[in-house]
């Protein structure tokens, strides 16, 4: 076995050395992990999380909504967003409640009013992003 002819197969490709694999290995674990850390940051598990607890219609299209609070840092104040429902599944009211610090979990409970008769109740979100006229003035309960 020869040396093939350059000209009718290419170049042969260059070896690279160990040192250059090593390098280009540690690289792609080093932009692994960077992946990695940046996912987890994003689609971790959430550092406040809320589940629904109670909910009771009352008169005048107004639903009471208990949740629970679970909070990576408890010491911090939060906001929670949430809304209810009609039969047809339409989003009917919605309303911003503060979260003081404390224990977690924590039970909030709250009244919110709708336009239509509410059938359901859920969190649709919370956050420590709380809102300047929520944590200065009087908190609203109803």
């Known amino acids: 076995m020869g040396t093939l002819p350059e000209g009718r197969y ?39 999380s809320a589940e629904r607890a109670t909910y009771e219609n009352l008169p005048e299209n107004r639903m009471r909504f208990a949740f629970d609070v679970s909070r990576a840092e408890p010491e911090r104040a939060a906001v929670c967003v949430v ?23 924590l039970r909030v409970e709250t009244v919110i009013t709708a336009s239509a008769e509410p059938v359901t109740a859920e969190v649709f979100g919370c956050s ?4 300047e006229y929520l944590s200065t003035g009087e908190r609203p309960s109803e």
């Open 10 to 48: 290419g170049k042969r490709p260059s070896r690279r050395s160990p040192v250059a694999k090593a390098v280009l290995v540690a690289a792609a674990l080093l932009l692994g992990a960077g992946v990695a850390f940046v996912a987890y940051k994003n689609l971790g598990a959430a550092p406040i």
């Open 83 to 105: 809304r209810v429902r009609s039969i047809q599944g339409a989003e009917t009211g919605r309303r911003e409640v503060y979260v003081p610090p404390g224990r977690s979990p």
């Open 128 to 131: 420590y992003q709380v809102p």
